[in-house]
């Protein structure tokens, strides 16, 4: 189907869905599916292979209403190296600041000509939102506290890639799980898969209400460290708390943080991943974020895969919906 | 000439003399002069065959917005919907911009409701001067103007101490004290109920927890001043068990629910729908069912709508930033008809009773309100119970369209409204 990348195969069957707003809603097959296709682009990458034209004439705006720097400048790569092109729309902080409401600032963009928004927003549900607006694809990057799916999918693609099948196999999510879209979106992804998930932190931020969401809590590092075959460790945001949750960072780094003699005690091949942007010795210690046990580069290099599948996959199933 | 009028063959509900019938009532001078009369020719008769007469319905929790938010609703539009409800009198909370805390305040409600001739409307003042909770306001000046009670809805007043006061204070006027009970430090910023919805979501989590506390608090307050208190838009199964245990006490407290709170439950926030975002915020099954059995035992005197109309571009935004609130009068009678009395939990005398003849007893209204009793005002509404309409925008006279129920079809709706003998409103 593609020239210049015949692994990929055809466009999957069971891939109908023009838009990805979260992991939630996604079947396994679904899942399946993009993490197959982003190893594909992954293979391709670690072959020196970097530039298709599988995309040629698409064009994807980030429309971001939040700070970020990789998982923007990602999704931008990713699109370049599709054949598409990519322009970063700059949003303020707040979509009134100029007096327009999101929806029409995402109406104005797609009247420009784009076939994908890539939105991250504070608001919960802001994504879903635009989704019922527009034509385009819309893929999430982030809505406040509800889901991060790319963060989530390049998070399990390297458990996977080092861990093999994740079924039966134990993740600790650890820290503020209160404020974490990317503990939901590994939740809900990593439960698809047949993983126990523990999430843990202050007693603050994690609720025991999480059992009802088929996941184990805890508010002991130190428990569960035994148990788990990897350990997802989250950045504390400070920008989503208005009260603290804890008295204070040197504590929550006693409580919390992953050093060296806490990863003496873990299990030997355990995997320490971290969405990053990591407050360095706060929730990782250089040791630890440095070390052989670590995958967090190798977490980019995935992320730039699996934000490649996502817009391949949203791309074909947009232009099946729209009958273009 | 045509004197009088005369509504003809209706089930007549009356619940302030326990009356369900079919007769036919007299009305004359704005005034109800008889039931069971045969037409003699003279009066303007109207067929009430199949439908329902009632005394006109009360609300006692209506956002006006007028003065400072006529974007959102006027006395004009709001009292409209008023009618296209059912209702004939409401109550207007002061939580405008200035705040209603004085009597040249009061009187221009006043003013603009009487030229917006459409149903009658009481006033509510500020607690506190400004609604800044920090001084009492001139109540003595706001009951001689006419209010009905005093209130800071829209927050509650953290100062124990200024509550106190004027539950004392208020004692000399013998009017409620009508209390929004939040606390907005356990609120801290949340967008809808605290539980697993809120946690799947995302969404910042209001706990129950933050309502009951001042609850529990104005309860108190009452108790020891024995002031007397009115809750408004009571929605935790805490709540309710506070109000029964208050009551049993000897508490003066009463305490009213909204139609929302008694139908609609957290889950529905997953379609992120700003319409579905006020406070308190919809609670759990369980506390709708609390209420639900609160309101037909009594422990919850009354169904007040809190009609929050916001216009389309404030409520229209991310729901974190939307403002808290949505319009009710004119989709109340017809939510509880279809989710309470069709379904079985409770009977059309026991609606008029929360929603018109109850209302009237809490505020102690004048000229008899809330009844038919020979000599009563006609406020008068006549119900179809079994006409089924769907809720649109196009429809609702509130000059905001901020309902959960847009698009829902609902059955039973007021097909004419009398207030003081004239007709106001007719399908």
């Not at chain 2, 506190?128 to 927050?155: C, H, Q, T």
């Not at chain 2, 199964?237 to 000897?250: D, F, H, P, T, Y």
């Not at chain 2, 018109?356 to 008899?368: E, F, S």
Request: negative net charge; hydrophobic residues 40%; contains cysteine.
């Amino acid at each position: 189907m593609f020239n210049d990348l015949p692994e990929l195969g055809e466009f999957p069957a069971a891939w109908k869905r023009k838009h990805l707003l979260g992991l939630e809603d996604l079947t396994r097959e679904e899942l399946l599916i993009l993490l197959d296709k982003a190893q594909v682009f992954r293979d391709a990458f670690d072959q020196g292979r970097r530039k298709f034209s599988i995309l040629p004439g698409h064009t994807s705006v980030t429309l971001f209403f939040e700070n970020s720097t990789r998982t923007r400048t990602s999704f931008s790569l990713a699109a370049q190296r599709l054949g598409a092109s990519c322009v970063a729309f700059a949003a303020s902080t707040s979509s009134l600041s100029k007096g327009e409401s999101i929806v029409d600032t995402a109406k104005n963009l797609e009247a420009m000509g784009c076939e994908s928004m890539v939105v991250r927003h504070s608001t919960p549900g802001i994504p879903k939102l635009l989704s019922e607006n527009v034509h385009c694809s819309i893929i999430n990057a982030g809505d406040g506290a509800h889901e991060h799916p790319t963060q989530g999918l390049l998070d399990i693609l390297t458990m996977r890639q080092r861990l093999g099948s994740l079924e039966g196999k134990t993740v600790g999510v650890v820290g503020d799980i209160a404020h974490s879209r990317v503990a939901r979106s590994n939740v809900w992804g990593l439960k698809k898969l047949g993983a126990n998930v523990i999430v843990c932190g202050p007693s603050t931020l994690v609720s025991p209400r999480w059992e009802e969401m088929g996941v184990e809590y805890s508010h002991s590092l130190d428990k569960i460290l035994t148990r788990v075959d990897v350990l997802n460790m989250l950045r504390i945001q400070f920008e989503r708390q208005y009260t603290s949750p804890f008295p204070s960072i040197r504590e929550y780094s006693l409580l919390f943080g992953m050093d060296g003699d806490r990863l003496r005690r873990a299990k030997p091949d355990l995997l320490v991943i971290a969405p990053g942007p990591i407050n360095r010795g706060v929730e990782l210690t250089p040791e630890v974020a440095d070390g052989p046990q670590s995958a967090i580069l190798d977490q980019v290099s995935n992320g730039l895969a699996v934000r490649m599948a996502v817009l391949w996959l949203t791309d074909g199933a947009r232009k099946l919906t729209n009958n273009e | 000439m045509i004197q009088g009028i005369l509504i003809k063959n209706g089930r007549v509900i009356d619940p302030s003399q326990n009356m369900d019938c079919v007769t036919n009532v007299l009305i004359e001078n704005g005034r109800i002069t008889g039931f069971g009369m045969q037409p003699t020719g003279r009066e303007r008769e109207i067929d009430a065959t199949g439908k329902i007469v009632a005394p006109g319905l009360i609300d006692l929790h209506t956002h006006l917005r007028e003065p400072g938010f006529e974007e959102s609703e006027t006395i004009f539009t709001g009292t409209d919907a008023a009618l296209n409800g059912g209702y004939t009198s409401i109550c207007c909370v002061p939580n405008t911009n200035p705040p209603i805390d004085t009597q040249a305040d009061v009187e221009f409600i006043q003013d603009q409701a009487a030229r917006a001739d459409h149903c009658n409307v009481y006033v509510i003042g500020c607690i506190s001067k400004n609604r800044e909770g920090k001084e009492l306001s001139e109540m003595g000046y706001l009951a001689r103007a006419g209010v009905i009670g005093f209130s800071d809805d829209g927050s509650d007043i953290e100062n124990a101490e200024l509550l106190r006061r004027a539950f004392e204070y208020v004692q000399m006027f013998n009017l409620p004290i009508m209390c929004h009970t939040e606390d907005s430090n356990l609120t801290n910023r949340g967008v809808m109920n605290e539980g697993i919805v809120a946690t799947r979501l995302g969404l910042r989590g209001i706990p129950s927890l933050a309502e009951d506390v001042m609850t529990a608090r104005a309860i108190m307050l009452a108790e020891y001043t024995h002031g007397k208190l009115h809750l408004m838009h009571i929605s935790t199964s805490k709540g309710v068990q506070l109000i029964r245990e208050a009551k049993k006490n000897g508490v003066n407290v009463t305490a009213e629910v909204t139609p929302h709170h008694l139908t609609l439950t957290e889950d529905l926030l997953e379609s992120f729908d700003s319409n579905l975002k006020m406070a308190p915020p919809l609670r759990t099954r369980a506390d709708v069912d609390a209420c639900i059995e609160g309101l037909l035992d009594g422990t919850l005197d009354c169904v007040s709508t809190d009609h929050a109309p916001h216009s389309a571009e404030k409520k229209q935004r991310e729901i974190d930033l939307a403002p808290f609130g949505i319009v009710g009068l004119e989709t109340s009678l017809a939510v509880l008809n279809t989710e309470l009395i069709l379904k079985g939990r409770m009977t059309w005398p026991q609606l008029i009773e929360k929603m018109a003849t109850n209302p009237a007893k809490i505020i102690n209204l004048p000229d008899g309100k809330g009844t038919l009793q020979v000599g009563a005002d006609a406020d008068i509404v006549l119900i179809d119970p079994d006409l089924k309409w769907t809720v649109t925008e196009s429809e609702m006279r509130s000059r905001s369209k901020n309902s959960p129920w847009l698009g829902q079809e609902l059955t039973g709706r007021a097909v004419m409204v009398l207030v003081n003998g004239r007709i106001r409103m007719k399908r």
